[in-house]
């Protein structure tokens, strides 16, 4: 996940600031227009109406083409959409006025978890993440307004730096204990009717209701065979993340009605408080309130009333103190080191160059996010670490002495170290901290080849 900008594939929401500013304007003019109404019928004829207007779908087909995604059951592409509305869109305008639209099943896609186990994803048909898009466009002004300010996941203007900052302010207040709630396969288990129930308390307008309840019940096509949904939700289309927010901030209403500090993303949820037993205490009313309110069940296995240093929220941990420190989580180092080391495999056979390319790529994505990390000394040393690596690549590349010690020579390496050291050093990962091998692959040589650096040291004045 990007730290800018949060997304899901397959069609889902990504909101910046300009996002941000287009939803705060349209729910401005959409609550100007619904204070002149008076009656149920003209809430009804709006919200259809400008789901369904051409100004609407344009910026849902330009959200949904920035997206991309992968294709849904029906086998349509990304690139295939505009032509296909050009021919079809009238009549599927004509089903969704009238109500008579349905949507295909989802087809279902397993990625791994980055702490283990598989994460089910359900990608809709191209056509289907477009109109949920258009929906998604619609409500949203509808709904954003009110959420909770303690409420940071997939909404427009707010990301998961500001969520572990809200934590840390927390932690700064004395705030020393967290009780970090899991809520158990969320998304596999909310309850349809409480979902349509938190719908209908704001929009008056049938068809749409019909057609959310719809692209619940729609089903998933697995191994060629379409099974029901019952309940939940499937993750991958746009309208997932908003709906799963307004049936969140059921929760978010009654932690500020007790008063307590928290923060959730999606359905990460936090509360801060100044002891173990306050936690514990804690602990026990608001999963009560999870189980008996909103129908779903704290993972006990996953949930604790700990130090926050020792909890990873977002990929981060806090060390608690007079100034809490944001730090990297340990599960967050783990991954980085095992994707890098995957990166950087010795029997790939790429020159390095590609190798390069390639890690650079996924550096750049992973620094803009725990880049807001405030431990510099790891950035330091997983910058040290990933050239090591790479020399490590090199010095296998290399294979035997006579060549090892050619190119440590051709690099500026004195001949007696160069000897030395192509005879000695057998394994890789030891001569990579020579060195030898230090003057013939500098740091300046990985500059040159485009590696991004993790830290920069800061100029001395």
Known sequence: MTAKSISIKGGGCRFGRRAAKAVERTAAESAARRTERVGEVSLVQ??????????????????????????????????????????????????????????????????????????????????????????????TPIWEPTFSSHSYGFRPGRRAHQAVAAAQAYLAEGRSWVVDLDLEKFFDRVHHDRRMARLASRIADKRLLRLIRAYLTAGVMENGLVSPTTEGAPQGGPLSPLLSNIVLDELDQELERRGHAFVRYADDCNLYVRSDKAGQRVMQSVSAFITRRLKLKVNESKSAVDRPRRRKFLGFSIAEGAKPQRRIAPKALKRFKEKVRELTRRTRGVDAKRMVRELTIYLRGWIGYFGFCETWWELRDLDGWVRRRLRAVAWKQWKHGPTRCRELMRRGVPRADAVHAAWRYHNPWRASRTIPLHLALPNKLWDRLGLIRLYTPRPST
């Open 46 to 139: 709006a919200l259809m109406e400008e789901v369904c207007s051409r100004e609407n779908r344009t910026r849902a087909l330009r959200q949904v083409t920035m997206n991309k995604g992968a294709a849904g059951v029906d086998g349509m592409t990304v690139p295939d959409l505009p032509a296909f509305l050009k021919d079809h869109w009238p009549n599927i305008r004509e089903q969704l006025l009238s109500g008579t639209y349905r949507p295909k099943p989802v087809r279902r896609v397993e990625i791994p978890k980055p702490d283990g186990g598989m994460r089910k994803l359900g990608i809709p048909t191209v056509l289907d993440r477009l109109i949920q898009q258009a929906i998604l466009q619609v409500l």
